[in-house]
């Protein structure tokens, strides 16, 4: 069974500190995605990571993808309080390539 | 344009009921789902179509059915509902396989008294 964990699961922090979050598994993903998921909205897309070892970067917002593709990083620089949410990763099932497996995501409070 | 909407936004009921989720996407997707998400915020898959077809259909009891007219629309009936049904239910939709960006409408709060 295809798992993904995410860590920390909570994380408060002042406004200007930076932060990473961490999405591991022990199966290899095709590819791996990151949602963004604010307080009575639905998750919204922010990156796609395919190639292992690939590092893209949207503003302040670093993702990369592990060289054997079972693990992913966001790393925040400056965060600001609109960066508060859930982060959410999500990879498609080896068994089933229309499902997305989950992560239970990180819940991410910035302080002004 | 509201690119995947869902009515109601709310949806506050007594146990027993029935009730319905209407979900609709404007952007020519083939793909359509249906997601739980409980008060720990684990998104779980329930349902997906593709162009019609039913193509995921994760252990749900039977008192849950979706059904899809077409590819744009995706309904969500829920019969004798229990209070354990209480939850945020997300419809979304892509294009094509899981590679693809999923997008998700606003959510529907139910809650079952």
């Known amino acids: 069974t295809q798992l993904l964990e995410q860590s920390p699961q909570f994380l408060s922090i002042q406004e200007g500190e930076n932060l990473t979050v961490y999405c591991n598994s022990s199966?290899?993903?095709?590819?791996l995605q990151w949602y963004r998921q604010e307080p009575g909205e639905g998750p919204v897309l922010l990156v796609t990571?395919?190639?292992g070892g690939e590092v893209k970067k949207l503003k302040r917002l670093t993702f990369q993808f592990g060289d054997a593709r079972k693990d992913s990083s966001l790393h925040i620089t400056a965060a600001q309080p609109g960066d508060t949410g859930l982060y959410l990763c999500?990879?498609?099932?080896?068994?089933?390539?229309?499902?997305?497996?989950w992560g239970l995501g990180t819940s991410l409070a910035v302080n002004p | 344009d509201t690119a995947v909407s869902q009515t109601p936004k709310y949806l506050v009921t007594q146990m027993g009921n029935d009730k319905s989720i209407k979900c609709e996407q404007n952007?020519?997707?083939?793909?359509m789902y249906w997601y739980k998400q409980d008060s720990k915020k684990f998104l779980k898959i329930m349902f997906s179509?593709?162009?019609?077809?039913?193509?995921i259909n994760e252990t749900v009891p039977n008192r849950f059915s979706p059904k899809s007219p077409d590819k744009a629309h995706l309904n969500l009936h829920i019969n004798s509902l229990e209070l354990g049904d209480s939850a945020v239910y997300f419809c979304?939709?892509?294009?094509?396989?899981?590679?693809?960006?999923?997008?998700f409408g606003p959510g529907t709060r139910l809650l079952v008294l």
């Open positions: 979304a939709s892509s294009q094509g396989t899981a590679q693809e960006t999923q997008y």
């Open positions: 952007l020519g997707h083939d793909t």
């Open positions: 179509y593709n162009n019609k077809e039913l193509i």
């Open positions: 199966s290899v993903f095709s590819s």
């Open positions: 990571v395919v190639t």
């Open positions: 999500a990879g498609p099932s080896a068994g089933n390539n229309r499902k997305l497996i």
